[in-house]
């Protein structure tokens, strides 16, 4: 399968711009050939905390319409990054599924808010995880963050995901950890991890960029620049998922009554 990892800048505050540069890398990745696309996190807005409940977008707007069209007209799956979605006047980051058929398939908020950037202040984080399935099977999605917590991705490999797909803006000051963490995620549970992150800057933050894909085995498949946008592919063979459980049977050997 071939993936696109859209690694965008992002300008601040301005959805209508990150929405033509998107459909503009989107357009590339399908030229190339790719059949599923991921995006970064809040990619339509960037991280303007206090702007989100003014520029966000309720469930189904024109943002998720774009992309439900993108991959209806080119019959491609697509993780949408996340965007700030307004629901029952809160913002929750959110990340939206969407099948070759055009129809949004799962839904996941980011649980784990980064007090490192504030952003209790502003989202209200999720209550449920993601998982959802797509045309290769079943997978798992996170936020940034949410990299972290080991327990939430081992969930999600324990109910069957064989891929975990990572939305993120990850600063450059943390940058060692994001590599550090995605590998590990991905050896530990064996399964293929799909990371993008921004580049760029904010008023805060320098970005990573880096944005990867990571096999079961833990081998950097592709990887990023730190400082260049682009859409980076790649092929991911699913084959490799029960192949290595079958040869490290982690999953068989776990002892959970002694966790």
């Not at 491609?76 to 980051?93: H, L, P, T």
């Not at 996941?108 to 959802?132: A, C, N, W």
Request: net charge negative; glycine share 10%; aromatic share 8%.
């Amino acid at each position: 399968m071939k993936v696109a990892l859209l690694q965008m800048d992002i300008v601040l505050g301005d959805v209508e711009a990150n929405r033509q540069k998107a459909l503009a890398m989107l357009e590339q990745g399908a030229k190339a050939g790719a059949k599923l696309f991921v995006l970064p996190e809040l990619w339509t807005t960037g991280y303007v905390l206090d702007q989100l409940l003014k520029i966000g977008e309720p469930d189904g707007g024109p943002t998720v319409k774009m992309l439900q069209q993108f991959a209806k007209d080119n019959g491609v799956e697509i993780v949408g990054g996340s965007i700030a979605e307004i629901r029952d006047g809160k913002v929750y980051n959110t990340i939206y599924v969407i099948d070759s058929a055009g129809e949004v398939v799962g839904k996941y908020s980011k649980i784990h808010l980064v007090p490192m950037m504030d952003e209790e202040k502003y989202l209200t984080p999720g209550d449920r995880q993601g998982l959802f399935d797509l045309s290769f099977g079943k997978a798992g999605g996170i936020v940034c963050y949410d990299l972290r917590f080991t327990e939430l991705t081992r969930a999600l490999a324990l109910k069957g995901a064989e891929v975990l797909f990572i939305p993120a803006e990850w600063p450059a000051i943390r940058g060692r950890h994001w590599l550090i963490l995605s590998q590990a995620r991905a050896i530990e549970n064996q399964m293929f991890v799909v990371a993008v992150n921004r580049v760029g800057r904010d008023h805060n933050n320098t970005f990573f960029g880096h944005s990867l894909v990571v096999s079961p085995w833990g081998e950097v498949l592709a990887e990023g620049s730190e400082t260049e946008e682009q859409v980076i592919i790649a092929d991911i063979d699913l084959g490799m998922v029960p192949e290595i459980r079958r040869k490290v049977p982690v999953f068989a050997d776990r002892r959970p009554q002694y966790y």
